[in-house]
């Protein structure tokens, strides 16, 4: 799961630095939050607090596919209903 987080933290990374009007039209989705627990995942090795790991796989992650499938069928279809 640890790895899991470490990765969508370096595609919010990349969405953040290439697609810059993608995270400005979608704030609901949390990029920075993202890229930051990848960064405090990543360089703190021995301070992983694998309760919040966790938590935010739990919670978080369904959220946020949900929202990614509502605009990824947005973009196909813009007649979709927003958020």
Do not use: C
């Not at 992983?48 to 978080?60: G, H, M, R």
Request: a negative charge.
């Amino acid at each position: 799961m640890v790895m899991s987080v470490i990765i969508i933290g370096e595609a919010a990374t990349k969405i953040l630095e290439q697609f810059s009007e993608l995270t400005r039209h979608h704030p609901e989705i949390p990029w920075h939050s993202m890229r930051g627990m990848r960064n405090r995942i990543a360089h703190g090795y021995l301070d992983i607090n694998l309760d919040v790991v966790w938590e935010t796989v739990q919670s978080a992650f369904p959220v946020l596919v949900n929202q990614l499938h509502q605009i990824q069928a947005r973009e196909k279809d813009p007649e979709q209903p927003s958020l």
